[in-house]
């Protein structure tokens, strides 16, 4: 029996915005699975912001893929042979090694799923699974969300900001006003979502537009973009508010860092806190989190889409549509 | 009964660096006070970066001086007539009446003041006043500081800064490193106030001389500083790491405020904390911070220094001063 997989390795460090050639799609042959160990065949990739940054860092002390290797990620698939406890062929499992068709691993590289109805498998890599959490943690552990309080989400047609922005809503805020990259994505936010207000950052400073979306000022903001959206945000938080800082977008691709908020004084005058996190660190919140967000889920207070690529093949296109924004909601690729 | 007093007026907002002709010492004539008021005759007037602010914003919502009146700041000095319950003549009162001679105000303008044996009157501006309970607030209450962790202060020779890496030590930090601006201070720093190490930030990129200070990374920052240094720090907190901004004179004389750092990004990474804060919140502290910072004066276990102008002309040339580093301590005017 041949078992056959398709990987995507780094080829080489993108400089900038990466390009095809950065990359380098690899036929190969998988080991029967030892004692211990399964063989899953994806079939769903999650493509995520962060990736950019491990492909490459100005800063050297990160963690980066390393090159000639299949790169990581999230991934849904099924077991296909197992010869560990506990898994058994059909199995759906939740791993961290994504950018390939198939992995042999140790059992302990999967965790097992429970499928929900009316729910695709995807769903474990977007509102169910780490972006969920993420928007989850961001709101409650991070940024202290009360009642009746204004949020500014910004990437807010993103697979963690589309989630946050309701969640926010769900969770007793005032307004929730999001940013987002197109027209189409604003309407999506406010017709589909039901954020109080929207608005693409391209039209203008986000200074300006943020104040006229929020005159009386927020409390809460959840970064996913950085930049020009943190400063502005500095500048809309009202005395004692607080950013939960998720994610960088508007900075991954950029060679040297781009220059930091030149509003960083705020922070004193009004009192501030910004506190970046990682979903790892909240993982105490998953039990809560499943319960709430899975209920207003099945609820459908929750809604979401998935901007699915197709094909192994199109994983790295894909992703430069990721950073690029072409996507609405959490990107994945369908194996 | 003339009562005479002299006053610094703001004559314009400063443009950078304040110059003499922003200023006019204006001469004047007070009135008897009335029922319930009282007249003091001020002993030390005090000089702080936030006044920089004050005289000028790029911020549009930032309260500022009022052109052509005496500007605030806080004072000591002796009531020489009273009309006030409770204040009688001799009484040695703290008010916000600073930058002019004398004045007159309701009493409750003023708060009455037990002299403290060996210590000048001056330090109700210094270590036992508003820089004290801002250093022992930014490390207990913003920044949490725990016993055994590594604590980094920047601009460590002014008056807060002095004073919250002595307090660090003595509330168990397991390092203390200091910055200051010439190799007079960072002497004065290891030698005097008992600082692990210190560097001139003048000799080099403060990233480097940071990292070599710390090695192995810092938990706590106290940034009295901004700007460079805020970067730098940012750039060695270990994970989970905290930073109290207290203040950010390297930006105060910044027309457009200075590019923030370039480097935010770190804070997600990081999970890092930053926390702007005034010391005005923290008023709860007060009594605890004057048992432990009272007690450890006593003991001689605190150490500070004044720099101190002589004379109310002085003032506007004791300020520029303070803006461009050259004290050490706490910076006060002798009327």
């Given at each position: ?25 690899v ?29 490459g ?156 979306a ?15 959206h ?8 009202n ?25 960083m ?13 990682e ?57």
């Amino acid at each position: 029996m041949t078992r056959t997989a398709q990987e995507w390795h780094l080829a080489a460090r993108p400089v900038g915005r990466p390009v095809t050639g950065d990359f380098r799609l690899v036929d190969g042959e998988l080991p029967a699975p030892g004692e211990g160990e399964v063989l899953v065949r994806n079939t769903f990739l999650s493509l995520d912001p962060y990736m950019r940054a491990l492909m490459g860092s100005d800063l050297p002390d990160m963690p980066v893929y390393r090159l000639g290797r299949a790169m990581t990620g999230g991934a849904v698939g099924e077991v296909a042979e197992s010869r560990a406890a506990g898994l058994a062929p059909g199995d759906l499992v939740l791993s961290d090694l994504g950018w390939r068709t198939a992995a042999v691993a140790p059992g302990s590289a999967f965790t097992k799923l429970r499928r929900v109805g009316g729910v695709p498998d995807s769903a474990f890599l977007g509102v169910l699974g780490m972006p969920g959490l993420s928007a989850y943690a961001g709101l409650t552990d991070v940024a202290k969300l009360r009642e009746g309080q204004t949020v500014f989400v910004s990437g807010a047609a993103g697979a963690v900001g589309s989630l946050a922005g309701q969640i926010a809503g769900l969770l007793g805020a005032k307004a929730v006003i999001g940013s987002a990259g197109s027209a189409e994505k604003v309407e999506y936010l406010v017709d589909e979502l039901g954020f109080t207000s929207a608005f693409n950052y391209k039209d203008g400073e986000v200074r300006t537009l943020l104040r006229r979306a929020a005159p009386t000022g927020i409390e809460v903001y959840f970064d996913n973009v950085g930049g020009e959206h943190l400063e502005a945000a500095i500048h809309a938080l009202n005395n004692g508010g607080r950013a939960a800082l998720c994610g960088a977008v508007s900075g991954y691709n950029d060679q040297l860092s781009a220059p930091g908020p030149r509003n960083m004084i705020e922070l004193i005058r009004k009192r501030l806190t910004l506190r970046g996190f990682e979903v790892a660190d909240h993982a105490h919140l998953r039990p809560r989190f499943a319960d709430e967000v899975g209920r207003w889920l099945a609820e459908g207070k929750i809604r979401f889409r998935e901007t699915v690529g197709e094909g192994i093949g199109n994983a790295v296109d894909s992703f430069v549509g990721l950073l690029d924004g072409r996507n609405i909601g959490k990107m994945v690729v369908r194996v």
